[in-house]
């Protein structure tokens, strides 16, 4: 047990210090590649684009909220409009 146990701590480590000299080489390395060099940010309709995948796999979130809010909307729209009807007896 202590073998297995030894080499997931091995692995553990390793993996940090590989995922920490990556990083650093991502975000502060050169850009060695003149195409990579020249690639430009998202515009928004790219942004838009992704936002729109994102919605499609995922749409609970925001459905839920705009239906609570869909729903209390009506509410407080149907007790406005029957704010002065006559009360109809059973």
């Known amino acids: 047990m202590s073998g297995t146990a030894f080499l997931a701590g091995t692995t553990l480590v390793l993996g940090a210090a590989y995922t920490l000299w990556l990083v650093k080489r991502?975000?502060?390395?050169?850009?060695?590649?003149?195409?990579?060099?020249?690639?430009?940010?998202l515009n928004g309709r790219e942004f838009l684009g992704s936002r729109a995948a994102r919605l499609g796999r995922a749409p609970g979130r925001l459905m839920a909220g705009a239906a609570a809010r869909c729903h209390a909307g009506l509410d407080a729209a149907?007790?406005?409009a029957t704010a002065?009807?006559?009360k109809i007896a059973p």
Do not use: C
């Open 26 to 41: 991502v975000i502060f390395g050169e850009i060695a590649n003149d195409k990579v060099a020249a690639l430009s940010d």
């Open 84 to 86: 002065g009807s006559p």
């Open 78 to 80: 149907f007790s406005r």
